[in-house]
């Protein structure tokens, strides 16, 4: 969802999240210092309307407490630097920073020269050194692992099929063997990026330190605001310059400074992703591509079983149906589509990630299938299906409001067709709730709604429906011989 990254642009709803105290994350890393290991805050921006997820699978996967933040789309959770690579396997969150510091209740001044001149003098107090630190051992795991080219498609699953198990445990040994290499790279640097003292005296780097290359984005969100998020940036970085003596570069940075403000409440960060992990799977695009931290987020709501048969029936690139055969991968998945253009996506998606996972020397076979039909013929038997899970035209970039008007109606009928009477479920995703209410209101109590989760779909406000059929009879829609042809 793009609009998670662009909540500072323009003043919405969203909140930031808060802490217990004024400077929680600084006494968090300064107590909880051990040897070399270290302790800190990540925080993560995650599909607005999952953030419940994305702490779940951080308490599965990690074994920590995620806080979820009033600022919707984000979580933040302690880790210590010996589990940094950890937070890379994360199927639920999109960008990933380490904090630095963060306020409850920041008092801004009255006006915006004050205000500029204390976020300026802010830049020398704060404790940059733990938070550097981790962005320094982020970046030695990068290089070792490469992780947003192509290294973090395969991640470790608690309960997968032998050969992907140990897909899996080879995916994990790699990042271990990457985790183990930084600390030995990063004990053992002589000349630092950024040297500690220099940070505490507040004088330059020493002259045979690289020339660090950084920007300042800050991502604000609130009404009462005597400045701009460009006037932020602008001064916080000027601060965040002088005190370390880096050159801003807006395009070719080395670091990233992430000022996120919110009404009262301002957390100071640093970077650990360059570019959404939400890319993971997708190679060749199509117009409505779904995020695939939001296609994971829908596949946790209908809890994938094992053997289960799951149909994406408008699959488009097939992100929906990839996330599940690379995440959920006990169960099946058919993802079809009506138009040649989409299933060829799909197909080339799927190549893209077994010849990935074969270069690694992981297991290259995915529990996946696709097919070119018909969307309100389906050539699938009656109650074959266990799950629908699919992205439904919002009427916006494909299709039109009008045309839903029939299309939703046949649609959700020819799904309860195939799905199976009481206990099949269905998770659809849309932005015309009003066309899709009154279809499901229409369905003669085929369906029964039991949750809905609003998301941000690139900037539209859409909902995602869980469905569950029910044991009424369909009359269907499908011919004999299609019906009998799966």
Not at 347 to 364: D, F, L, P, T, W
């Amino acid at each position: 969802m793009s609009s998670q990254e662009d909540v500072a642009a323009e003043p919405g709803p969203d909140t930031m999240g808060s802490s217990s105290s004024s400077s929680s994350s600084s006494s968090t890393e300064n107590d909880a210092t051990t040897g070399d290991i270290i302790t800190v805050t990540i925080g993560a921006t995650v599909p607005t309307g999952f953030e419940h997820t994305a702490a779940e699978e951080i308490k599965e996967k990690i074994g920590v407490d995620a806080r979820i933040s009033k600022d919707r789309g984000r979580v933040y959770f302690p880790i210590t630097t010996d589990k940094l690579f950890q937070v890379h396997l994360l199927r639920s969150v999109d960008n990933l920073f380490v904090v630095v510091e963060e306020y409850d209740h920041y008092q801004f001044k009255e006006s915006k020269e004050e205000t500029l001149m204390e976020l300026q003098q802010l830049a020398s107090k704060l404790s940059w050194t733990n938070a550097l630190e981790v962005w320094k051992l982020n970046r030695t795991l990068k290089k070792k692992k490469g992780y947003r080219k192509g290294g973090n498609g395969n991640k470790v699953k608690p309960t997968s099929e032998a050969t992907d198990a140990a897909a899996a445990d080879t995916e994990q040994q790699e990042l271990l063997q990457g985790a183990s290499a930084a600390e030995s790279q990063t004990k053992a640097e002589s000349t630092p990026d950024v040297d500690s003292s220099a940070q505490d005296s507040g004088e330059a780097a020493p002259p045979e330190a690289k020339l660090i290359k950084f920007r300042v984005t800050c991502n604000r969100a609130g009404d009462k605001h005597s400045f701009s998020s460009n006037e932020a940036a602008r001064d916080f970085g000027g601060a965040v310059q002088e005190f370390f003596q880096w050159k801003a570069d807006m395009t070719k940075f080395d670091v990233e400074v992430l000022l996120n403000i919110h009404n009262e409440e301002v957390i100071i960060g640093i970077a650990l992703t360059e570019e959404s992990l939400h890319r993971r799977n997708i190679s060749h695009f199509g117009p409505t591509t779904l995020r695939s931290t939001l296609c994971y987020g829908m596949l946790r709501l209908c809890k994938p079983q094992v053997s289960d048969i799951i149909l994406d029936p408008m699959c488009g690139t097939g992100a929906i149906p990839l996330e599940g055969a690379i995440e959920f991968n006990s169960s099946f998945y058919i993802a079809g589509d009506n138009y040649d253009m989409a299933v060829n996506r799909t197909v080339n998606n799927i190549c893209h990630i077994q010849k990935r996972r074969a270069e690694k020397g992981s297991a290259s076979g995915l529990p996946i299938d696709t097919v070119r039909w018909d969307l309100c013929n389906l050539p699938v038997r009656t109650s074959s299906v266990d799950i629908i899970i699919t992205d439904m035209p919002f009427g916006k970039r494909m299709g039109s409001k009008k045309k839903n008007w029939d299309l939703y109606p046949s649609c959700l009928r020819e799904m309860a067709r195939v799905c199976r009477p009481g206990s099949g479920k269905a998770v659809l995703l849309t932005q015309d709730k009003k066309c899709f209410s009154k279809a499901i209101s229409r369905m003669g109590g085929l369906w029964k709604k039991l949750l809905t989760v609003w998301v941000n779909v690139g900037g539209l406000h859409a909902g995602v429906y869980l469905l569950k059929r029910t044991g009424a009879h369909s009359s269907g829609g499908a011919t004999e011989s299609n019906i009998n042809s799966y």
